[in-house]
């Protein structure tokens, strides 16, 4: 919470409603914009929750992941993802092969009892976006199962983002990922 205290979350109904919508478009490979108040979770959700899915169901994908500045960008890799991956039971936890926070990289596989390797590594980038126009490409060159783009109304070029992140976002002519947007 905001004073560093470690909360058991409750189900909430904004909860069931988010994770529905992003499995059916992600079903349909159709982007997700939420629309939603504060203290919604949006971040927690889609930055920490979404992207560990991603490697679980999906070994050897790409999640991308900015917002609308470096301390978001900052937050949103070690505050959710990393603090929610190492909550995690370690039988379902992909193992943390690297984290670079100063990157913004993570990888992430499944290790055998002998600490080998044993399945397609999975991969969070996260980098900031926002600082001049020239960084909206700053996530171009991964291909992507998974994008977000969290503080979508802060962000000063969103519609640029989304752009430079659609090729990511392709196998060839065939959409194989899918944006989630929000704020």
Not at 142 to 148: H, L, M, P, Q
């Amino acid at each position: 919470d905001a004073e560093g205290n470690l909360i058991r979350p409750s189900w909430r109904d904004i909860d069931e409603i988010a994770l529905n919508e992003f499995l059916l478009c992600l079903a349909d490979e159709i982007d997700l914009y939420v629309l939603k108040r504060r203290e919604v979770g949006l971040s927690t959700i889609f930055g920490g929750l979404i992207p560990i899915y991603m490697a679980i169901m999906y070994p050897g994908s790409t999640s991308l992941m900015t917002s609308a500045d470096l301390t978001r960008v900052t937050d949103l890799i070690s505050e959710k993802f990393i603090a929610q991956h190492g909550a995690l039971e370690d039988w379902v936890q992909p193992k943390r092969t690297s984290y670079d926070k100063s990157k913004g990289h993570v990888t992430l596989a499944e290790i055998d009892e002998d600490g080998k390797q044993t399945g397609n590594e999975a991969r969070v980038i996260c980098r900031q976006t926002s600082q001049d126009r020239k960084d909206v490409t700053n996530l171009e060159g991964a291909r992507a199962k998974y994008a977000f783009l969290d503080e979508l109304f802060l962000h000063p070029f969103p519609e640029e983002v989304r752009g430079s992140v659609e090729s990511c976002l392709m196998t060839g002519m065939k959409r194989a990922g899918i944006m989630v947007a929000g704020g």
